[in-house]
């Protein structure tokens, strides 16, 4: 019998294995309001005041009477989202380290909550019937042509149809990283930018912004499972490999354009853990969030689906 049979594998402590994602662009997009009720309103004002009227006045005229304010509202409505699940008492004392029952199982929950959150706004921007103002990209026109696609004549258009549809050009650009890992290398951007020969790396976060005319550069790193449970796994992008300009206020404040909101109930991500004895001696951990992803003006953004091949 070799002497290795006998030896008890032992776990790594100073290591594991496990993707937990970073780089969420869910709530950099949307500006957050905090809400006390499940439903309200949000103020919204037509477009009156920017008319042209008839205002000179002279000698004994009267001032010519307007209706420079005009009002509406849309309904939001706040839904619940949780999950919940449990440590058993032979899982915490049959677990060696680095497994760690309660702060796995919390971990868990809570990164399938802000990935359903990502998921589910990357969705509705890459939605055409969403977004109605919207290209598709194909075949050579894909900004993963360096040679015959045309990225700035993109952007330039996305940017002109924002400002003439909603007042404010674009100050967002938003991709996944997919989208990122290709466009930053197109030799049309870093001729423009004057690093066609001599720019090792591809562009930066800031140089791409400065291209493509925008302030800030949002990317979605988020991978989410496809696969069902027990089949191959099978990873997807977030908001996929579409590219969305957009208006993004840093803050939400009245009298602003905004794509939307981001309307919580509570603070993101409530943890709650409670003793329970089926099976015995067990914690229940539940994961909560409440919130609606408010798209208020669609005009605030322009949706390039299938960016890249």
């Known amino acids: 019998m070799s002497q290795m049979t006998a030896i008890v594998d032992k776990l790594l402590t100073q290591a594991s294995s496990a993707y ?3 780089g969420y662009a869910c709530e950099k997009i949307l500006p957050e309001v905090r809400v006390a009720q499940k439903s309200g309103k949000l103020a919204k004002y ?4 920017l008319r042209i009227e008839q205002n000179y006045i002279g000698g004994r005229g009267e001032y010519r ?4 304010i005009t009002r509406s509202q849309d309904t939001y409505t706040v839904e619940g989202h949780g999950v919940e699940g449990i440590c ?3 899982d915490k004392a049959n677990l060696d380290s680095p497994y760690e029952c309660l702060r796995d199982e919390t971990l868990g929950l809570t990164t399938q909550l802000m990935i359903e959150k990502e998921v589910s ?7 055409t019937s969403t977004l109605t103002n919207n290209t598709t990209l194909s075949g050579t026109a894909q900004w993963s042509d360096y040679t015959n696609s045309d990225p700035l004549g993109d952007a330039s258009t996305a940017r002109t149809t924002i400002q003439d549809g909603c007042g404010r050009p674009p100050n967002a650009l938003i991709m996944s990283w997919q989208v ?3 466009i930053r290398f197109s030799g049309k951007i870093l001729d423009a930018l004057g690093y066609k020969y001599n720019r090792g790396g591809g562009l930066s976060h800031d140089e791409l912004a400065v291209a493509f005319g925008v302030d800030k550069l949002i990317i979605s790193e988020v991978m989410y499972e496809t696969a069902a449970e027990g089949q191959t ?3 997807a992008a977030a908001f996929g490999k579409n590219a969305i300009f957009a208006v993004v206020p840093d803050r939400a404040a009245p009298y602003q354009v905004s794509l939307g909101y981001r309307i919580q109930q509570s603070a993101p991500r409530r943890v709650y853990k409670y003793a329970i004895n089926n099976p015995p001696g067990s914690t229940a951990i539940l994961v909560e969030d409440n919130y609606d992803l408010f798209l208020s003006n669609v005009s605030a953004a322009y949706l390039i689906k299938n960016a890249v091949a």
């Open 65 to 68: 009477r307007v209706e420079a």
């Open 121 to 127: 706004l990357g969705t509705a921007l890459g939605d």
């Open 88 to 90: 058993t008492a032979d």
């Open 20 to 22: 937990i994602p970073e």
């Open 180 to 182: 990122w890992n290709q």
């Open 233 to 235: 796994s099978s990873l």
């Open 46 to 49: 037509g477009t009156n005041h």
